[in-house]
């Protein structure tokens, strides 16, 4: 990368970065989320995401490892994580993808089912300055549709002292924070169940199977496991 290449990338998206570059990045972004704190994202956890075989993977990782600035810090036994700079081009990315997502809902009439792969396609498409104007016109969103945080014009981004849905304490009340945007089958499942961002409910207790006993707006419903895994919470503590 040149000078200038370097400075746009600290600045926010860069225009050098293909799209497939930043699929990774911001898959590497996302999943490293996912894994306990300093834990890498290994070579199989990104092939499942972006659905490539793994020695794709494995060859992507290693170009963006050798890129100047690295955008990737990669061994071969370990995984990979996001370097300084990369991490920032992951963030922009994010924050275009969110913002997209946040337009298509509230300005086009898209369900929060729709929107997630319309923002894939959009999303490489558009500057750091479009994506200002959107959240101007948005009024400076901190959420998306799915309740996931939109990083600010600086990248900052606050995360919520969250958790699954599936480790909440027996007996305990939450309110739902967020849920995964990459299942339009499960997002309309929680529609159905009333399961939107903002949501207050208390958990009765969890079957053998795991499947989750729930009690919100005054009816109890039930929910499986692995769909509790793609829906976070906040305790709540009152």
């Given at each position: 990368?040149?000078?200038?290449?370097?400075?746009?990338?600290?600045?926010?998206?860069?225009s050098t970065?293909?799209?497939?570059?930043?699929?990774?990045?911001?898959?590497l972004y996302?999943?490293?989320?996912r894994n306990?704190?300093?834990?890498?994202v290994?070579?199989s956890q990104?092939?499942?995401?972006?659905?490539?075989?793994p020695a794709?993977?494995?060859?992507?990782?290693?170009?963006l490892?050798?890129?100047?600035?690295?955008?990737?810090?990669?061994h071969?036994?370990h995984?990979a994580?996001?370097?300084?700079?990369?991490?920032r081009?992951?963030?922009?990315?994010?924050?275009?993808?969110r913002?997209?997502e946040?337009f298509?809902?509230e300005?086009l009439?898209y369900?929060?089912?729709?929107?997630?792969?319309?923002?894939d396609r959009?999303?490489?498409?558009?500057?750091?300055?479009v994506?200002?104007?959107?959240?101007?016109?948005?009024g400076h969103?901190t959420?998306?549709?799915?309740?996931?945080?939109?990083p600010?014009?600086?990248?900052s981004l606050e995360?919520?002292?969250?958790i699954?849905?599936?480790?909440?304490?027996?007996g305990?009340?939450?309110?739902?924070?967020?849920a995964?945007?990459d299942?339009p089958?499960?997002l309309?499942?929680f529609?159905?169940l009333?399961?939107w961002?903002?949501?207050?409910?208390v958990l009765?207790?969890?079957?053998p199977?795991?499947?989750l006993r729930?009690?919100?707006?005054g009816?109890?419903?039930?929910?499986a496991?692995?769909?509790?895994?793609?829906?976070?919470?906040i305790?709540?503590e009152?």
């Amino acid at each position: 990368m040149t000078n200038l290449d370097m400075a746009k990338l600290a600045a926010g998206k860069s225009s050098t970065l293909t799209p497939a570059v930043e699929d990774y990045l911001r898959a590497l972004y996302k999943r490293g989320r996912r894994n306990l704190p300093g834990e890498p994202v290994t070579t199989s956890q990104m092939a499942a995401c972006l659905d490539v075989r793994p020695a794709s993977a494995t060859a992507m990782l290693q170009k963006l490892a050798a890129l100047e600035p690295p955008l990737v810090a990669y061994h071969k036994s370990h995984g990979a994580r996001l370097t300084a700079a990369g991490e920032r081009a992951a963030l922009a990315l994010v924050r275009c993808h969110r913002l997209l997502e946040l337009f298509l809902h509230e300005k086009l009439g898209y369900a929060w089912d729709e929107v997630h792969e319309e923002a894939d396609r959009l999303e490489h498409a558009i500057s750091d300055e479009v994506a200002g104007r959107i959240a101007a016109a948005l009024g400076h969103p901190t959420r998306d549709p799915h309740g996931q945080p939109i990083p600010a014009a600086d990248l900052s981004l606050e995360h919520a002292a969250a958790i699954p849905l599936r480790d909440l304490p027996p007996g305990a009340a939450a309110v739902v924070c967020q849920a995964r945007d990459d299942d339009p089958a499960l997002l309309r499942l929680f529609a159905a169940l009333g399961l939107w961002p903002g949501t207050a409910l208390v958990l009765l207790g969890t079957k053998p199977d795991g499947t989750l006993r729930l009690r919100l707006a005054g009816e109890t419903i039930e929910l499986a496991a692995n769909a509790a895994n793609h829906l976070l919470v906040i305790i709540d503590e009152s």
